[in-house]
Nanobody, 125 residues
Framework: QVQLIESGGGLVQAGDSLRLSCAAS????????MGWFRQAPGKEREFVAQ????????YYADSVKGRFTISRDNAENTVYLQMNSLKPEDTAVYYC??????????????????WGQGTQVTVSS
């Protein structure tokens, strides 16, 4: 059974940085993609970034491009989201997700099979 556990959220000020972690267990996909999504109060869950476990290829939402970096540590089965220059509009619950789909532009929530419980990120102005 695949399990994803996020950590690293918190309360920061605008301009600060945070690094989120997603520890994965039970992943047996030979090729798979990991994604980060976020959901602000009253809004739909939206795509943030994705990374391929095998190639390390990444893809980002325009809203975070240049500020956020997704990476993975295959030995630790962990995916990271480094968030720099945070803005109040980045405030949301951030979710890690896994899918058997492979390629770029896997941005829809229904394309992901497994989700973590989420971690809150709050950016004050």
């Amino acid at each position: 059974q695949v399990q994803l556990i996020e950590s690293g959220g918190g309360l920061v000020q605008a301009g600060d940085s945070l690094r989120l972690s997603c520890a994965a267990s039970g992943l047996t996909f030979s090729r798979s993609t990991m994604g980060w999504f976020r959901q602000a109060p009253g809004k739909e869950r939206e795509f943030v970034a994705q990374i391929s476990w095998t190639t390390g290829n990444t893809y980002y939402a325009d809203s975070v491009k240049g500020r956020f970096t997704i990476s993975r540590d295959n030995a630790e089965n962990t995916v990271y989201l480094q968030m720099n220059s945070l803005k109040p509009e980045d405030t949301a619950v951030y979710y890690c997700a896994a899918t058997r789909r492979y390629g770029s532009g896997i941005t829809r929530t229904y394309e992901y099979d497994v989700w973590g419980q989420g971690t809150q990120v709050t950016v004050s102005s």
